[in-house]
């Protein structure tokens, strides 16, 4: 397997994106937005929803997010999800998925 194939379709600006503290919105409108991005997320719009929770740092809306890359076998992008909202029991368990993997290419390498 390239390695270089595992990053096809990420985010072009890296894997973690750098972005500025949201701004504080009123607590009004940042239920409107949670609310929006969650009727996103339901409709199978999950882009968008996502780039709404990014924004405002909505930890349940990202673990959602992460869970929806993680069925579809989407191991990095549910790894940075799960990041983003802080979210460290499914960070760990991917981080030992991800070492599994790792240990058996070098195991692999050496035979």
């Known amino acids: 397997m390239d390695i270089r194939s595992l990053f096809e ?3 072009e600006e890296g894997f973690f994106i750098k972005t500025k503290p949201a701004a504080e919105l009123p607590s009004s409108q940042r239920a409107a937005l949670i609310r929006k991005g969650n009727a996103l997320f339901n409709e ?3 882009d968008l929803a996502k780039r709404i929770f990014i924004t405002l740092r909505y930890g349940d ?3 959602r997010v992460g869970d ?3 069925k579809r076998n989407e191991y990095l992008e549910a790894f940075r999800m ?3 909202a802080n979210e460290k ?3 760990e368990k991917l981080i030992e998925k991800m070492a599994q993997v790792i240990r058996e290419w070098i195991r692999a390498g050496g035979e």
């Open 44 to 46: 199978g719009n999950v």
């Open 61 to 63: 809306g990202l673990i």
């Open 68 to 70: 929806y890359h993680f």
């Open 82 to 84: 799960y990041w983003i």
């Open 89 to 91: 029991v499914k960070s």
């Open 9 to 11: 379709g990420k985010p």
